[in-house]
């Protein structure tokens, strides 16, 4: 294996490992709770499923992802170039991704504006599913094997 692979498979297996470990303190501690009490839109449509995002959400998250990761690798790019330091250009870029993540990954209210209106069971029911129709067999001459 050549020496990259190697390195690039450390660090996730280390990032992957310290997500887990993160995960399993964080589940049952009150920071938790708050925040996830603090993300969840309280619209009836996400009560029943928790952290559910609309389409239009997640289009806009998408787009919110590639816009501040864009813009912090060239504000971090050209900080590290004009002070000639690599390191601030990694901790400028790092509080970009720390940021990015904060601003996308809960399910913020504003994420939430057009939720999905479903039919009640009651209504569904009234109007019966179109029935698919059986595929009109064709006079084809079945392959020769």
């Known amino acids: 294996m050549m020496p990259t692979l190697v390195l690039v498979e450390f660090i996730w297996v280390n990032i992957y490992g310290l997500g887990l470990l993160f995960q399993k303190i964080l589940r049952g501690s009150t920071v938790f709770k708050v925040f996830i009490a603090l993300t969840v839109s309280?619209?009836?449509?996400?009560?029943?499923?928790?952290?559910?995002?609309?389409?239009?959400?997640?289009?806009?998250?998408?787009?919110?992802?590639?816009?501040?990761?864009?813009?912090?690798?060239?504000?971090?790019?050209?900080?590290?170039?004009?002070?000639g330091s690599f390191q601030m250009m990694m901790l400028i870029y790092a509080g970009g991704v720390f940021l990015t993540t904060l601003v996308t990954v809960p399910n913020w209210p504003f994420f939430n504006r057009h939720p999905l209106k479903w039919l009640d069971p009651s209504v569904a029911e009234k109007h019966p599913k179109p029935q698919q129709q059986q595929a009109v067999s064709s006079k084809k001459k079945p392959a020769k094997k």
């Open 42 to 83: 309280q619209t009836p449509q996400a009560s029943s499923n928790l952290l559910a995002m609309d389409w239009q959400g997640q289009k806009l998250a998408e787009q919110l992802v590639q816009i501040l990761l864009w813009a912090f690798a060239a504000v971090s790019f050209g900080t590290g170039y004009v002070l």
